[in-house]
């Protein structure tokens, strides 16, 4: 029987485009080309010996996962053809698909010259490179995951970047904002990152919105673009930006990071599910610690950036598998990749049967943050200032730090106040008795920047104490506008 070499693979046969093998079965017909071959191998089967997905295989007009796959049997003067799937289509976006050829912006030379690296690859070729071009990319936040899927997608020649941030960049964002240098400090984040995005490729065209996203204004900004890439920090925001994509039909590329572990997925498209099928809803406040708490290894956004930024480039271009239905967990401490399937939920309050949610919605207030000012009233708020008159004036105040120890390590009030109480937040519920015998004198409690010693104080509160007060700021005022020895972190 006769196999057919696709024009790609010619390469591998000496340039044959027809080789003729002996076998029963189609597995065996191609184990046949790969004696005869040995470099075809690697190109048509994984290490475990699986056919790559992007190859399909025609045995003369069937498709063979319709017949009996590599088992189909085969008799003399069958034609076997093997035939890459470059373009899947299944997923690609409708607003990039819907352009015919004929539509898709023209490359100048200077564009094919820089892009080609890409135009000499089958799956993305001038077509794929057009479509790129001709794609509008929104890209919520230009922090940790901003940064580097900003700059990819600019690189990869996607036509146009908008951005969305109202942030200044602060030294401590360099660490993995790598959009941001050093000279950017102080300086709007937007503006910072659309200077690198244009120095990258003034190909691309980058607009800019400096504002916050807000319930008000999110289906305007998104009305301009194909594809949404979700780089938030926090989770009004994420939910805001998931329901904003469901209801203005965009896929929501999706990634998020704490510590050392990572997310990834696409969400909000047609079939697929979206990020209440997998979070109905949002853990309450408080309990879920923030980047700025909790830490995070620097270059972990820099992984999951750059999936995001690789799986709305797969959109645009169609591949075959997006990370639809698929929920990608990075470990980076360990390195370990796992995935979880997932389903669109015929009970998703925005994208099942019967939506409860078709507008956008207070998503403060859903994230339940608007409802702890009440709580925050009843703790009194002590200024940097009144603590070092009243420490300077030798008052009765016992200062409680409940920090975790590698911040203590980094910097502490012990100078201001050689008898500080230190218990971290999370040890607070069982060493409380440790507290007991300052119950009738003033307390103040302080942490980093004054919320976890918020929560600290209304811990205390529910046990009985009740001279307390709330530093606030925390340590970062005090180094701000009492010592500035004292290092900010
Ligand atoms: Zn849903």
Redesign the pocket.
């Known amino acids: 029987m006769q196999i057919h070499i696709p024009a790609p693979l010619r390469v591998y046969t000496g340039q044959q485009d027809v080789v003729t093998v002996a076998g029963a079965t189609v597995e065996s017909a191609l184990q046949g080309l790969c004696a005869q071959h040995p470099e075809m191998k690697k190109h048509l089967f994984t290490a475990d010996n699986k056919l790559r997905s992007f190859v399909n295989l025609y045995l003369n007009d069937d498709d063979i996962r319709y017949l009996e796959g590599l088992q189909t049997p085969v008799k003399d003067g069958d034609a076997l053809s093997i035939i890459p799937s470059i373009a899947g289509g299944a997923a690609s976006l409708e607003a990039v698909a819907q352009l015919s050829h004929e539509d898709l912006p023209t490359l100048s030379n200077a564009e094919i010259a820089r892009y080609s690296r890409h135009l000499i690859l089958p799956e993305v070729g001038m077509e794929g490179q057009r479509k790129l071009k001709a794609a509008k990319v929104l890209c919520i936040g230009t922090g940790g995951l901003g940064s580097p899927l900003a700059l990819y997608l600019t690189a990869a020649g996607v036509g146009t970047i908008g951005l969305v941030d109202f942030d200044v960049v602060d030294e401590s964002n360099l660490q993995r904002q790598i959009i941001h240098s050093t000279p950017d400090v102080g300086k709007k984040k937007i503006d910072s990152a659309a200077e690198k995005l244009t120095a990258l490729n003034p190909f691309t065209k980058v607009i800019k919105h400096e504002t916050m996203l807000t319930s008000e204004n999110a289906l305007e900004i998104l009305a301009g673009y194909d594809i949404v890439v979700d780089g938030t920090d926090n989770f009004p925001t994420r939910y805001l930006v998931n329901d904003a994509c469901?209801i203005s039909g965009k896929p929501n590329v999706y990634g998020s990071i704490f510590r050392f572990d990572g997310q990834a997925s696409i969400f909000a498209t047609k079939e697929g599910?979206?990020?209440?099928?997998l979070y109905p809803e949002p853990p309450p406040p408080g309990l879920v610690p923030s980047c700025a708490e909790g830490g995070v290894l620097g270059i972990l956004p820099g992984l999951v950036g750059v999936i995001q930024a690789t799986e709305a480039i797969k959109l645009i271009l169609g591949a075959p598998e997006p990370l639809i239905g698929r929920l990608l967990l990075v470990d980076a401490w360990r390195m370990k990749f796992r995935e979880l399937k997932l389903r669109?939920?015929p009970d998703?309050p925005?994208?099942?049967t019967h939506p409860t949610v078709t507008k956008l919605i207070d998503y403060e207030q859903f994230c339940g943050i608007g409802g702890q000012e009440k709580v925050a009233n009843t703790i009194d708020q002590m200024q940097v200032q009144e603590l070092k008159r009243r420490l300077d004036a030798g008052d009765d105040l016992v200062v409680l730090d409940v920090r975790e120890p590698n911040e203590y390590m980094i910097a502490n009030l012990q100078e201001a106040k050689p008898d500080l109480k230190f218990i971290p937040l999370g040890d607070l519920g069982k060493r409380i008795g440790e507290l007991e015998e300052f119950k009738d004198r003033e307390i103040v409690v302080h942490c980093k920047m004054g919320g976890r010693s918020q929560r600290a104080a209304e811990q205390l509160q529910a046990a009985g104490f009740t001279k307390l007060h709330n530093l606030a700021g925390g340590i970062t005022a005090w180094s701000e506008k009492i010592d500035p020895k004292i290092a900010k972190y």
């Open positions: 469901v599910p979206c990020y209440r099928c669109k939920n998703c925005v994208c099942g």
